[in-house]
């Protein structure tokens, strides 16, 4: 079968809300990240992810009730030399739903050294630093490694990473969780940004990185590629491979040509290009 429905994996941090359990059926309570592709998900026929598909993207459904840390993610080669970790972590936004008045923090709003960084992480004049944005359902949001970031309540997001767990914490709005300012300040972007996003996207391929990309599709199609990929449908349903996918469902797609029926809206994500 080209085609394997996934059982995500749920996470509740301080932060989360209720839409995914009440909107997208993904439990009851509140619930702050649905990881929709990992490798240690199970498949819907019992078996882990990791060991049928070669997947190299993390995928996840978040809603945000609560304002998250301010972070910040190592590249590649600060995962490796301070982390140990094989690879950093870049990642992207598709913004689903946001409230009136949903913000993300996106960068500083002025350039900093390091140090002073760190110091108003622990001061707590971080607050005053960061830069905001207003983000609108359709956007795409990249993320860069290096990227000092926190996303505000109100926001339902999907998410495209890299296949790591690996976050430093600059701030955390007094909810006492530990800081990693060291290392943090030593890999943040310490100057303003000059851009963030790209609106208003129509169908086909929204963002090709050199880690992963996504694409957006809106209606019936062929596809054909070399790479695996995980489909998640975010507005209506779709039909993949001759499996039935409800809001908020995700199947991992095998490479090779298959046809994909969306009523509604999914998403695409896979690696990069080989």
């Not at 039909?239 to 995700?250: K, N, P, Q």
Request: charged content about 25%; hydrophobic content about 40%; overall charge negative.
């Amino acid at each position: 079968m080209p085609a394997y429905p996934v059982i995500p994996t749920l996470t509740r941090p301080p932060w989360g809300g209720e839409r995914l359990g009440r909107d997208l059926g993904k439990g009851e309570g509140k619930i702050g990240e649905s990881w929709e592709a990992w490798h240690d998900n199970r498949l819907a026929d019992g078996r882990r992810q990791g060991d049928v598909a070669e997947l190299p993207v993390l995928v996840k459904l978040l809603d945000t009730a609560e304002m998250l840390s301010v972070q910040v993610h190592p590249g590649d080669a600060d995962a490796r030399a301070l982390a140990g970790a094989p690879h950093g972590k870049a990642e992207a936004w598709v913004v689903l739903d946001a409230a009136p008045g949903a913000k993300i923090a996106y960068g500083v709003n002025r350039e900093m050294t390091p140090a002073e960084l760190a110091k108003h992480a622990r001061s707590g004049e971080i607050e005053g630093d960061l830069a905001w944005i207003a983000p609108r359902p359709g956007d795409l949001i990249s993320v860069p490694p290096g990227t000092i970031h926190a996303i505000g309540p109100g926001l339902l997001l999907y998410e495209v990473q890299q296949p790591i767990d690996l976050t430093w914490r600059l701030y955390d709005w007094g909810r006492g969780r530990p800081l990693h300012l060291e290392q943090a300040a030593s890999v943040a972007v310490t100057r303003p940004h000059a851009g963030w996003a790209s609106r208003e996207h129509g169908e086909g391929e929204i963002l090709a990185g050199p880690h992963f990309g996504i694409a957006r599709v809106c209606r019936p199609l062929t596809r054909r590629s070399r790479r695996w990929a995980a489909l998640t449908v975010v507005r209506g349903r779709a039909e993949v491979g001759g499996v039935e996918l409800s809001l908020g469902a995700t199947a991992i797609i095998s490479p090779g040509e298959i046809e994909l029926r969306v009523e509604g809206e999914a998403l695409l994500a896979y690696g990069p290009r080989p």
